[in-house]
């Protein structure tokens, strides 16, 4: 089984930085490809980055790229998302993501472990 484990989140001002960090337990960590999602109330969720087993490739959303950087440790387990000069539509849900597999990253429903989601607040 494998579980995951999301913190960092909270509410800030516009422009300024947080970082959030997701552990990950179970199998083989350096095996899985992992994602960050968000959500925000009355929206769907929607893909901000992901990166792949070794944390050589990444990818990002529009939306963020520039801002946001993922990266990984995987002595430790760990995802992070690396979040600078938020605005207040980055307010969401933020969900870290387990996927076994590879292939497309975009889409919530190829991933296959989720954690609970960490509430990230920014107010203008």
């Known amino acids: 089984q494998v579980h995951v484990r999301e913190s960092g989140g909270g509410p800030v001002q516009a422009g300024d930085s947080l970082k959030l960090s997701c552990i990950v337990s179970?199998?083989?960590?350096?095996?899985?490809?992992m994602g960050w999602f968000r959500q925000a109330p009355g929206k769907e969720r929607e893909f901000v980055a992901r990166i792949g087993r070794t944390g050589d490739s990444t990818s990002y959303a529009d939306s963020v790229k520039g801002r946001f950087t993922i990266s990984r440790d995987n002595a430790k387990n760990a995802v992070y998302l690396q979040m600078n000069s938020l605005v207040p539509e980055d307010t969401a849900l933020y969900y870290c993501a387990v996927r076994l597999n590879p292939g497309l990253f975009s889409t919530p429903a190829v991933y296959d472990y989720w954690g609970q989601g960490t509430q990230v607040t920014v107010s203008s």
């Open positions: 179970g199998r083989t960590f350096s095996n899985y490809y």
